[in-house]
């Protein structure tokens, strides 16, 4: 990697000033970060450790019944937190169903919601990318695609974003608080990421020296407790990122879907949520009709973009197990094998 | 620019100068402290042969900028046995031959003991698969690993006070 | 220090006992010193540029930019780079592979070496080697098994005929009741060592001093010496402990040598590790096949003809064609027998020996066949394989020197419950409603003798030094050949110093093609058995001691005495035989070799691996639940270890049926997913349950003791089991490994 300039702030306004500068990036547990530097991915001049921020490794439940997540809260202390857990059951599914338990004691909640592209042509300076290189071109077309997007690619760009934890919060409404040199403003997670169409670089709407404080979750988030799951297709039984998942929360109410939440992950360049679908599922008996309706909805606008056509049934398939698995209830403890087909079916439900 | 950070490394407080950022703390360890046991197998967070514990916590030491964890109390494997009393995890992997190459081992001892310390998995031993799957063996070592897992967890458990059960090794150390 | 394991749980070191490993204790405490692990004074740190294209030139470096990035000391490129006494090209024999030292600007594949940076610090040389940016003068490559012209080797593996038939396999298909034809494809895979390849090396004149993992100590020498025409004696090799070899660091590879003579251009002691996406170009990998089968059968089911034809790939500048037809030389009663080796050259680094390099590949396509044919003929998969058990080899005609196969298939099925088994597949489904499926392999690896030398001395204080130039690369060798050495002088292992892992020791040979603890096993009986004769001389011509007259063959060694066989109430101790002579010690030399009794006897371990999987029926997502295994492979010397062996084997099994490839783009031969995160081999979650009984089997002819060696035999029948298992879940047969969830659905 590229000698870099360390700065480590103290406080959130020097962070930002330090931050602005060309070159500059955000460093906080550096799991991400790190390993594109290594790769040469990412060149640095500055990195800008924000580390010691104080108050940003909070979980605080807000007087409205929000939770707000502290941009550095680590992925292990949120899933582990047996209240955080019970109140969003998916959302601890999916944190627990990335990575490694090494990463995850360290990687923070922000750090995974800025994560970067598994492609592998991203990843290789070797290869052109659009994103890595705006206008260098995309080797991933017509190269090795198995694992690429389905939903809202472009000709640009046909990555997928890796992060599981990011699909539940989108199925839940979470927003991101951003701090920046202009102030601080909100924008929902859903609107975060960006999706490549001709500009693949601009992966999020964060700007200059802009960095995330919190990722918030509203409180109509805790209502979909009993009926929340995160299932997570791959290619290992674990330490594997998704080749499809999906996120689905329920509000069951006199034996009908009142409200459902539905994400997809690993098959576009942002986590993906289904509205359509969503619409589809309110008012209906939770059966496998109304889960094959939704599946097809939320697939409807699917399109191979190489080797791929597979993750579109696979998708789908994976969408009608989530919702039969999620209308079951929430597991009395998350299975030991998080987010996994072979996870057993849970023998009590969640109350 | 240098910079100094002081680290508590295997319970001694060092200050340690850190001439270039873009030291991690595992070539720290093992090239400026010259402390090899923990291992680099893939330098990029992929093996978990390099996991030590930070504060007490199992991280991958090939991803954490030594500069950022100035403050930082770091566990290695060369801190883990007490003189020649091994740690109870590291008896249990010689007994269940949790290891044949040894160059994951000591990633895997440093996870063991920071899953035994989380105390997420109990005795369920698909848990302790699962959450040891940060750590890869190629010889094919897992089903010693779980069972070394499970063994010392318990024993540990069984006396949390004592510092270590009695050592069955005899003889002189290395 | 650590050439020496420490002592510890002293539980009889006889064979056959389950010692605990001797090293264990270095290991589990971080105190083993690999390769990596070593910091001569003034050392500096060096890293490679490796090549971004598959085939072409190199036309720039940016040699200015590397050297101005502080710390940098010197770029090693083909314009300065040492002289070296041989050219990396040369080949002297089968052994000798062609090695990419910075010869010319040529690039023959992707991540080939094309400059090497020297820092102060690693930091430094690692932005060096970036900084070096190479241009190239890039040209197509040949990519893929349809990449370039087939042509027929001259010889494949290590020597063997590319082609054989035994029989007339047209007539015994023409003459079949049913016959299938099925084509199975197998990945490029990459040994991937836990420990990626590493050299530090201190040249002080033309003596050369090296800490690098190598499976075979005097042929390492022996190259090194060669390229840089120094003398083998001259070359000091410390290698006490590999962070696994797997056949990758079977022969010395590039890199190393890139490190040694790195250290030759700037005076100073040089490390060089390879990076993990390193490990995907220069030192080795297992190729590629495409093996097409058909098979006749009669009836009842009775085998009529086999014949296995493989294609395959090496590189295009040297040849290793993988033998992926040999297993079908052994394994089943075909009276019409036909092998075939063809390969294309790629644009690819030269494939090497990879964990049973040949048998592995050839069995998943032979098992996954001999099921299909199973199944053609609505027989049991195993009671298909009992019907055409081979009593003689088929392909040689020769006995076998033994044989348990029977008992392995009886004991694995009893402890598998096969006998639950429904005949036809998707019949069964777990608690979840996953489907389940049980598939059976037949496992065999030959029982191979390298050559080796051994030193054993006892000394007047009643102990012994035992050494040998072994390698312990996570085998046990530490462990087994202490056993055995203890045994042989009959003496408690405690009171011996046993010495492996240095080149400066008797050459231990090659730990490899699963004979080392046979061949190095059997150098330390002869010497131990030098020793004792020596010694049995002193004491039986000594009319003082209590032996005399015994004559030399009329005594054995026990507990550090010498007793007369006819009356075990006389006897001497060690100590008190060479106190008496005057004398420090004796010394008693041993070699091992193939004799000529091998000649005539086929010579296998063999095996039966019981798979279970789950395999979810929407999602395709496939679990290896359960594995099962009987294996026969002559004398165990410590089940604990060779338990792990095949333990290990099972799971390489695991990862041959479900995970691991090298993903090539098609259109420039370079592998995208040259990392462990992409590169998929299992994790702990992906083995379950896992079972390995050791069937006895007493076997007087592969070597002195018996043994036939476990180190590569689990792989086989595994991969084939599970693929089998998959079917057996689904009614699919894939045919394509690895078997993806993709494939399933």
């Given at each position: 990697?590229?000698?870099?300039?360390?700065?480590?702030?103290?406080?959130?306004?020097?962070a930002v000033a330090?931050?602005?500068?060309?070159?500059?990036?955000?460093l906080?547990?550096g799991?991400?970060?790190l390993?594109?530097?290594k790769?040469?991915?990412?060149r640095?001049r500055?990195?800008?450790?924000?580390t010691?921020?104080?108050?940003?490794?909070a979980?605080?439940r807000m007087?409205?019944?929000?939770?707000?997540?502290?941009?550095l809260?680590?992925?292990s202390?949120?899933?582990?937190?047996?209240a955080?857990?019970?109140?969003?059951?998916?959302v601890?599914e999916a944190?627990?169903?990335g990575a490694?338990?090494?990463?995850r004691n360290a990687?923070?909640a922000a750090?995974?919601v800025?994560q970067r592209?598994?492609?592998p042509?991203?990843?290789d300076?070797?290869s052109?990318?659009?994103?890595?290189e705006?206008?260098?071109?995309?080797d991933?077309?017509?190269g090795?695609?198995?694992?690429?997007?389905?939903l809202?690619?472009?000709?640009?760009?046909?990555?997928?974003?890796?992060s599981d934890?990011?699909?539940p919060?989108?199925?839940?409404d979470?927003?991101?608080?951003i701090a920046?040199?202009?102030g601080?403003r909100?924008?929902?997670?859903?609107?975060?990421?960006?999706?490549?169409g001709?500009?693949?670089e601009?992966?999020?709407?964060?700007?200059p020296?802009e960095?995330?404080t919190a990722l918030?979750?509203p409180p109509?988030?805790?209502?979909?407790?009993?009926?929340?799951?995160?299932l997570?297709?791959?290619d290992r039984?674990s330490?594997a990122?998704?080749v499809?998942?999906?996120?689905?929360?329920?509000?069951?109410d006199?034996?009908?879907?009142a409200?459902a939440?539905?994400?997809l992950g690993g098959?576009a360049?942002k986590?993906?949520?289904?509205?359509?679908?969503?619409?589809?599922?309110?008012?209906?008996a939770?059966d496998?009709?109304a889960?094959r309706?939704?599946?097809?909805?939320?697939?409807?606008?699917a399109?191979?973009s190489g080797?791929n056509?597979?993750k579109?049934?696979?998708?789908r398939?994976?969408?009608v197990r989530?919702?039969?698995r999620?209308a079951?209830?929430?597991p009395?403890?998350?299975?030991?094998?998080?987010?996994?087909?072979?996870?057993?079916l849970p023998?009590?439900?969640?109350? | 620019?240098?910079?100094?950070?002081?680290?508590?490394?295997n319970?001694?407080r060092?200050?340690?100068?850190i001439?270039d950022p873009?030291?991690?703390?595992?070539d720290?360890l093992?090239e400026?402290?010259?402390?090899?046991g923990?291992k680099?197998?893939c330098?990029?967070?992929q093996?978990?042969?390099c996991t030590v514990l930070?504060?007490g916590?199992?991280i991958?030491?090939?991803?954490?900028?030594a500069?950022?964890?100035?403050?930082a109390?770091?566990?290695t494997?060369e801190g883990?046995?007490?003189?020649?009393r091994?740690?109870p995890?590291?008896e249990a992997?010689?007994?269940?031959?949790?290891f044949q190459?040894g160059?994951?081992?000591?990633?895997?001892?440093?996870?063991?003991?920071g899953?035994?310390?989380?105390?997420?998995a109990?005795?369920?031993?698909?848990?302790?698969r699962e959450?040891?799957?940060?750590n890869?063996c190629?010889?094919?070592?897992?089903?010693?690993i779980t069972?070394?897992?499970?063994e010392?967890?318990?024993a540990?458990?069984?006396?949390p006070t004592?510092?270590?059960?009695?050592s069955?090794?005899q003889?002189?150390?290395? | 220090m650590?050439e020496t394991?420490p002592?510890?749980?002293?539980?009889g070191?006889?064979?056959?006992q389950?010692l605990t490993?001797?090293?264990?204790i270095?290991?589990?405490t971080g105190?083993a010193?690999?390769?990596a692990?070593?910091?001569?004074?003034?050392?500096?740190?060096?890293?490679?540029?490796?090549?971004?294209?598959?085939r072409g030139?190199?036309?720039?470096?940016?040699?200015?930019a590397?050297?101005?990035?502080?710390?940098?000391?010197?770029?090693?490129t083909?314009?300065?780079k040492p002289a070296?006494a041989r050219?990396?090209?040369?080949?002297?024999?089968?052994?000798?592979?062609?090695?990419?030292l910075?010869?010319?600007?040529?690039?023959?594949?992707?991540?080939?070496?094309?400059?090497?940076?020297?820092?102060?610090t690693l930091?430094a040389?690692t932005?060096?080697?970036?900084?070096l940016d190479?241009?190239y003068e890039?040209?197509?490559?040949a990519?893929g098994?349809?990449?370039s012209?087939?042509?027929?080797p001259p010889?494949?593996g290590?020597?063997?005929?590319?082609?054989?038939e035994?029989?007339?396999?047209?007539?015994?298909?023409?003459?079949?009741?049913?016959t299938?034809e099925a084509t199975?494809?197998?990945?490029a895979?990459?040994?991937n060592?836990m420990e990626?390849?590493?050299?530090?090396a201190t040249?002080?004149?033309?003596?050369?001093?090296l800490?690098?993992?190598?499976?075979?100590?005097?042929?390492a020498?022996?190259?090194?010496?060669?390229?840089f025409?120094?003398?083998?004696a001259?070359i000091h090799i410390?290698?006490?402990?590999?962070?696994?070899g797997f056949?990758s660091?079977?022969m010395?590879a590039g890199?190393?040598?890139l490190?040694i003579?790195?250290?030759r251009?700037?005076g100073r002691?040089v490390k060089l590790?390879m990076?993990?996406?390193?490990?995907?170009?220069?030192v080795g990998h297992?190729?590629?096949?495409?093996?097409?089968?058909?098979?006749?059968a009669s009836e009842?089911?009775?085998l009529?003809?086999?014949?296995?034809?493989t294609?395959?790939?090496t590189?295009?500048f040297d040849?290793?064609?993988e033998?992926?037809g040999?297993?079908s030389?052994t394994?089943?009663?075909a009276?019409?027998?036909?092998t075939r080796?063809?390969a294309?050259r790629?644009?690819t680094?030269t494939?090497?020996?990879?964990r049973?390099?040949g048998?592995?590949s050839g069995s998943?396509?032979?098992?996954?066949?001999?099921?299909?044919?199973?199944e053609a003929c609505?027989?049991d998969p195993?009671a298909f394989?009992?019907?055409?058990y081979?009593?003689?080899?088929p392909?040689?005609g020769k006995?076998f020197?033994?044989?348990?196969?029977?008992?392995c298939?009886a004991?694995?099925?009893?402890?598998?419950?096969w006998?639950?088994r429904?005949?036809?597949?998707?019949?069964?489904?777990?608690?979840?409603?996953?489907l389940?499926g049980?598939?059976v392999g037949t496992?065999t690896f030959p029982?191979l003798?390298?050559?080796?030398?051994?030193?054993?001395?006892?000394k007047?204080s009643?102990e012994a030094?035992?050494?040998?130039?072994?390698?312990?690369m996570g085998q046990?060798?530490w462990?087994?050949?202490?056993?055995i050495?203890?045994?042989e002088?009959g003496?408690d292992?405690?009171?011996i110093?046993?010495?492996?892992?240095s080149s400066d020791?008797?050459?231990g040979?090659i730990?490899?093609g699963?004979?080392?603890?046979?061949?190095?096993?059997?150098?330390?009986?002869i010497?131990?058995a030098?020793a004792i004769?020596?010694?049995a001389a002193l004491?039986t011509?000594?009319p003082?001691s209590?032996?005399y007259g015994a004559?030399?063959?009329?005594?054995?060694?026990r507990g550090g005495?010498?007793?007369?066989r006819?009356?075990?109430?006389r006897?001497e101790a060690?100590t008190?035989?060479?106190?008496?002579a005057?004398?420090d010690?004796?010394?008693?030399?041993g070699?091992?070799?193939?004799?000529?009794?091998r000649?005539s006897?086929?010579?296998?371990?063999?095996?039966a691996?019981f798979a279970?999987?789950?395999?979810d029926?929407?999602l395709g997502?496939i679990r290896a639940?359960?594995?099962?295994?009987?294996?026969?492979a002559?004398?165990i010397i410590?089940p604990r270890?060779v338990?792990?062996?095949y333990?290990?084997?099972?799971?390489?099994?695991?990862?041959?049926a479900?995970?691991?490839?090298?993903?090539?783009?098609?259109?420039?031969?370079?592998?995208m997913?040259?990392n462990?995160?992409e590169?998929?081999?299992?994790?702990n979650?992906d083995?379950?349950?896992?079972?390995?009984i050791l069937?006895e089997?007493?076997?007087?002819?592969?070597n002195?003791?018996?043994?036939k060696g476990v180190?590569?035999i689990?792989?086989?029948?595994?991969?084939?089991?599970?693929?089998?298992?998959?079917w057996h879940?689904?009614?699919?047969?894939?045919?394509?490994l690895?078997?993806?969830?993709d494939?399933?659905?």
């Amino acid at each position: 990697m590229i000698p870099f300039e360390y700065v480590r702030a103290t406080d959130l306004a020097g962070a930002v000033a330090a931050g602005t500068a060309p070159g500059a990036v955000y460093l906080a547990a550096g799991t991400n970060l790190l390993d594109l530097m290594k790769g040469g991915v990412s060149r640095p001049r500055r990195l800008v450790d924000i580390t010691r921020l104080p108050g940003l490794a909070a979980v605080e439940r807000m007087g409205d019944g929000s939770l707000r997540i502290g941009a550095l809260a680590r992925n292990s202390d949120l899933a582990h937190d047996p209240a955080f857990a019970k109140a969003y059951p998916a959302v601890a599914e999916a944190l627990l169903s990335g990575a490694s338990a090494q990463l995850r004691n360290a990687a923070t909640a922000a750090g995974n919601v800025m994560q970067r592209t598994r492609c592998p042509y991203f990843t290789d300076t070797g290869s052109a990318c659009n994103k890595r290189e705006p206008g260098s071109g995309c080797d991933a077309r017509g190269g090795e695609t198995r694992l690429h997007a389905i939903l809202g690619w472009s000709e640009a760009c046909i990555a997928t974003h890796p992060s599981d934890f990011c699909v539940p919060l989108v199925a839940l409404d979470a927003l991101v608080e951003i701090a920046g040199p202009a102030g601080t403003r909100s924008v929902p997670l859903e609107a975060f990421h960006r999706l490549p169409g001709d500009a693949p670089e601009r992966e999020t709407v964060l700007e200059p020296g802009e960095l995330i404080t919190a990722l918030v979750l509203p409180p109509d988030a805790a209502s979909f407790a009993g009926h929340s799951r995160y299932l997570k297709v791959r290619d290992r039984t674990s330490y594997a990122f998704a080749v499809v998942s999906v996120a689905v929360a329920l509000r069951l109410d006199g034996g009908r879907i009142a409200e459902a939440r539905l994400a997809l992950g690993g098959v576009a360049l942002k986590p993906w949520r289904a509205r359509e679908a969503e619409s589809l599922l309110a008012g209906r008996a939770p059966d496998e009709a109304a889960f094959r309706a939704a599946a097809d909805a939320a697939l409807a606008g699917a399109e191979p973009s190489g080797d791929n056509a597979f993750k579109i049934e696979l998708a789908r398939r994976l969408v009608v197990r989530a919702l039969a698995r999620t209308a079951a209830g929430t597991p009395e403890r998350l299975p030991a094998l998080p987010g996994s087909a072979f996870a057993p079916l849970p023998e009590a439900a969640h109350v | 620019m240098s910079f100094d950070i002081v680290l508590t490394v295997n319970g001694t407080r060092r200050t340690i100068p850190i001439p270039d950022p873009r030291t991690t703390l595992l070539d720290l360890l093992r090239e400026g402290l010259h402390l090899t046991g923990t291992k680099k197998g893939c330098d990029r967070g992929q093996c978990g042969a390099c996991t030590v514990l930070v504060d007490g916590r199992r991280i991958n030491s090939c991803l954490a900028l030594a500069v950022s964890l100035d403050g930082a109390e770091v566990l290695t494997i060369e801190g883990l046995a007490e003189g020649d009393r091994l740690h109870p995890v590291q008896e249990a992997f010689i007994a269940h031959d949790g290891f044949q190459c040894g160059f994951c081992t000591p990633g895997q001892i440093m996870s063991a003991v920071g899953l035994i310390r989380e105390a997420q998995a109990g005795n369920d031993p698909e848990r302790v698969r699962e959450a040891m799957s940060g750590n890869l063996c190629r010889c094919g070592a897992y089903a010693g690993i779980t069972e070394a897992v499970l063994e010392a967890q318990a024993a540990m458990t069984q006396a949390p006070t004592s510092q270590h059960p009695a050592s069955p090794r005899q003889g002189e150390a290395a | 220090m650590s050439e020496t394991a420490p002592r510890q749980m002293r539980h009889g070191s006889n064979l056959g006992q389950p010692l605990t490993r001797r090293d264990g204790i270095l290991k589990v405490t971080g105190a083993a010193a690999y390769a990596a692990d070593h910091h001569p004074p003034g050392m500096l740190y060096a890293v490679m540029a490796v090549s971004r294209i598959a085939r072409g030139r190199v036309t720039r470096l940016d040699v200015a930019a590397a050297e101005s990035h502080p710390g940098v000391v010197a770029v090693m490129t083909p314009q300065n780079k040492p002289a070296l006494a041989r050219h990396p090209d040369e080949k002297n024999d089968g052994f000798t592979f062609r090695l990419d030292l910075l010869q010319d600007d040529r690039v023959r594949y992707a991540n080939q070496p094309v400059a090497v940076v020297i820092a102060e610090t690693l930091e430094a040389a690692t932005e060096g080697a970036a900084l070096l940016d190479p241009a190239y003068e890039a040209e197509t490559p040949a990519v893929g098994l349809d990449g370039s012209e087939p042509f027929t080797p001259p010889a494949i593996g290590v020597g063997d005929p590319a082609d054989m038939e035994t029989g007339d396999v047209a007539a015994g298909l023409a003459a079949a009741a049913r016959t299938i034809e099925a084509t199975y494809e197998t990945p490029a895979q990459y040994h991937n060592a836990m420990e990626p390849h590493a050299v530090v090396a201190t040249w002080d004149g033309d003596t050369l001093d090296l800490d690098t993992p190598s499976q075979g100590l005097a042929m390492a020498q022996g190259r090194i010496a060669g390229l840089f025409g120094i003398s083998p004696a001259d070359i000091h090799i410390r290698s006490p402990f590999l962070g696994g070899g797997f056949g990758s660091k079977g022969m010395i590879a590039g890199p190393q040598v890139l490190g040694i003579m790195a250290a030759r251009l700037v005076g100073r002691p040089v490390k060089l590790v390879m990076s993990r996406p390193q490990m995907f170009g220069p030192v080795g990998h297992r190729a590629p096949t495409r093996q097409t089968l058909r098979l006749g059968a009669s009836e009842d089911g009775g085998l009529t003809a086999l014949d296995h034809h493989t294609l395959t790939a090496t590189s295009t500048f040297d040849d290793f064609i993988e033998p992926s037809g040999g297993v079908s030389h052994t394994l089943y009663a075909a009276p019409a027998l036909a092998t075939r080796h063809r390969a294309v050259r790629l644009d690819t680094g030269t494939p090497l020996f990879m964990r049973a390099p040949g048998e592995a590949s050839g069995s998943v396509a032979l098992e996954g066949a001999i099921d299909e044919m199973a199944e053609a003929c609505g027989m049991d998969p195993l009671a298909f394989r009992l019907r055409n058990y081979a009593e003689t080899e088929p392909a040689s005609g020769k006995p076998f020197s033994s044989k348990a196969l029977r008992e392995c298939y009886a004991r694995g099925a009893e402890a598998f419950g096969w006998g639950k088994r429904p005949l036809a597949p998707g019949q069964m489904r777990d608690a979840n409603g996953l489907l389940v499926g049980w598939g059976v392999g037949t496992a065999t690896f030959p029982a191979l003798m390298f050559q080796a030398e051994a030193r054993a001395v006892l000394k007047a204080s009643g102990e012994a030094a035992v050494a040998i130039g072994a390698i312990d690369m996570g085998q046990g060798a530490w462990t087994a050949l202490a056993q055995i050495a203890a045994e042989e002088l009959g003496l408690d292992i405690d009171a011996i110093d046993f010495r492996i892992g240095s080149s400066d020791l008797p050459n231990g040979g090659i730990a490899g093609g699963s004979a080392h603890t046979a061949t190095a096993g059997t150098a330390i009986k002869i010497a131990a058995a030098d020793a004792i004769a020596q010694l049995a001389a002193l004491a039986t011509q000594d009319p003082r001691s209590p032996l005399y007259g015994a004559g030399n063959a009329g005594v054995i060694a026990r507990g550090g005495r010498l007793v007369r066989r006819d009356d075990e109430g006389r006897s001497e101790a060690f100590t008190e035989i060479l106190g008496r002579a005057g004398q420090d010690s004796v010394e008693g030399k041993g070699a091992a070799g193939p004799d000529a009794a091998r000649e005539s006897y086929a010579m296998h371990a063999h095996g039966a691996v019981f798979a279970e999987v789950t395999v979810d029926p929407d999602l395709g997502q496939i679990r290896a639940t359960r594995l099962v295994g009987a294996f026969a492979a002559g004398r165990i010397i410590n089940p604990r270890l060779v338990r792990s062996q095949y333990y290990g084997g099972m799971i390489w099994g695991v990862s041959f049926a479900l995970h691991e490839q090298a993903v090539m783009d098609p259109r420039t031969g370079r592998p995208m997913n040259a990392n462990l995160a992409e590169y998929h081999v299992p994790v702990n979650a992906d083995v379950p349950s896992l079972e390995a009984i050791l069937v006895e089997e007493e076997d007087p002819h592969v070597n002195p003791l018996g043994i036939k060696g476990v180190g590569e035999i689990g792989v086989t029948g595994s991969a084939g089991a599970i693929v089998n298992a998959i079917w057996h879940a689904t009614g699919k047969r894939v045919r394509r490994l690895p078997v993806t969830l993709d494939k399933v659905l």
